[in-house]
């Protein structure tokens, strides 16, 4: 069975301008996040959608970051005004989203954003 | 706030040898605990998990790991590790509270030499 994708694998992009990262979850997945891991460190969390709705944006770092889940698929994540300190892998994992059960989460291969 | 800690940036094993990669936690209340392995240029790839019941949990590729409460350690273990096995791990945890974001530790890099 197909598991998460995401497109692009690598974006390369100019300091300031707008990049959107689209991630394409496991089919039956309710729950979706979006994680950033930057060299060498762990993947941190930025956003979790239940449905359509973002149930916990407290890892956004700040407001030129925003992701969108429009009909409880396919989420977009958009970062406007894009600074080098962006660059990193964008992770995104899908999980059954099964009420009070921390099920687990199956990740996508990432995308490689790059500031110049 | 949950934690988690691996406090070997860098393992290495020599191939047929058994292999620790060592991972300790904080949490409020019971934890749920994950191993994920990431290859080059991949995502992560889960492995194993602790729920509850059994403190030794048997995961993907021969690979197990070992719940301590006491200790609050979730160490990878496997006992005759392969040059295949050579990634970057990392251990995660959430709060026992349904579904929440994941806390990882900062990974850690095993080598297996031949």
């Known amino acids: 069975g197909a598991g998460v994708s995401q497109t692009p694998s690598n974006k390369v992009t100019e300091k300031g301008k707008y990049v959107e990262l689209r991630c394409d979850p496991i089919?039956?997945?309710?729950?979706l996040y979006w994680y950033r891991q930057s060299l060498g460190q762990g993947p941190e969390f930025l956003i979790y959608?239940?449905?359509?709705?973002?149930?916990?944006d407290s890892g956004l770092p700040n407001d030129r970051f925003f992701a969108v889940r429009p009909e409880g698929s396919v989420s977009t994540l958009k970062i406007q005004r894009t600074e080098r300190g962006d660059s990193a892998m964008y992770l995104c994992?899908?999980?059954?989203?099964?009420?009070?059960?921390?099920?687990?989460?199956?990740f996508g291969p990432g995308t490689r954003l790059t500031v110049l | 706030a949950q934690s988690v800690a691996q406090p070997e940036d860098q393992v290495n094993v020599a191939e047929g040898n058994p292999l620790t990669v060592k991972c300790t936690y904080s949490v409020s209340g019971n934890p749920y605990l994950f191993w994920y392995v990431q290859y080059p240029n991949r995502g992560l790839q889960f492995l194993l998990k602790y729920i509850t019941g059994d403190n030794l949990v048997k995961g993907s590729y021969g690979f197990e790991a070992e719940f301590n409460k006491s200790q609050t350690s979730f160490h990878l273990k496997k006992p005759s590790a392969l040059v295949s096995d050579s990634a970057l791990y990392f251990c995660?945890?959430?709060?026992?509270?349904?579904?929440?974001?994941?806390?990882f530790g900062k990974g850690t890099r095993l080598s297996v030499i031949a």
């Open positions: 089919s039956g997945h309710t729950a």
């Open positions: 959608f239940q449905g359509t709705g973002a149930a916990d």
């Open positions: 994992a899908s999980s059954y989203g099964l009420a009070g059960v921390s099920d687990t989460q199956y």
């Open positions: 995660a945890v959430s709060p026992n509270s349904g579904n929440t974001p994941l806390v």
